[in-house]
């Protein structure tokens, strides 16, 4: 069982900075993909990034170049750097993870996940 933590949300404005971390329980965190999902009102969830057991990347294409994701295993957290932010960043974002097998960007391939923090990029 894992459990997943966020925390580091808040109220920024645009053009902004905020780093959101995710701490997991566990002594398998290293061998499971970390991602970063997010829900904005009256929206379906949406994938952010996520970073393998083996620290590959891939991040949607509305947040590259903005965003960096990063995991520390020896301390079982997993970080984002959110830069840039606009507007439509506005949502609450989700940590999960997962054994992942097929599509990373695919919500259903992530086995645990975590309260969510909220983001909110005002204009």
């Known amino acids: 069982q894992v459990q997943l933590v966020e925390s580091g949300g808040g109220l920024v404005q645009a053009g902004g900075s905020l780093r959101l971390s995710c701490a997991a329980s566990g002594r398998t965190f290293s061998s499971y993909a970390m991602a970063w999902f997010r ?16 620290g590959s990347r891939y991040y949607a294409d509305s947040v590259k170049g903005r965003f960096t ?27 999960a993870a997962g054994v992942v097998s097929g599509t990373v960007q695919n919500r259903y391939e ?11 990029v005002s204009s």
């Open 39 to 54: 829900q904005a009102p009256g929206k379906e969830r949406e994938f952010v990034v996520v970073i393998s057991w083996n």
């Open 69 to 95: 994701i990063s995991r520390d295993n020896a301390k079982n957290t997993v970080y984002l750097q959110m830069n840039s932010l606009k507007p439509e960043d506005t949502a609450v974002y989700y940590c």
């Open 110 to 120: 992530y086995k645990y996940w975590g309260q969510g923090t909220q983001v909110t």
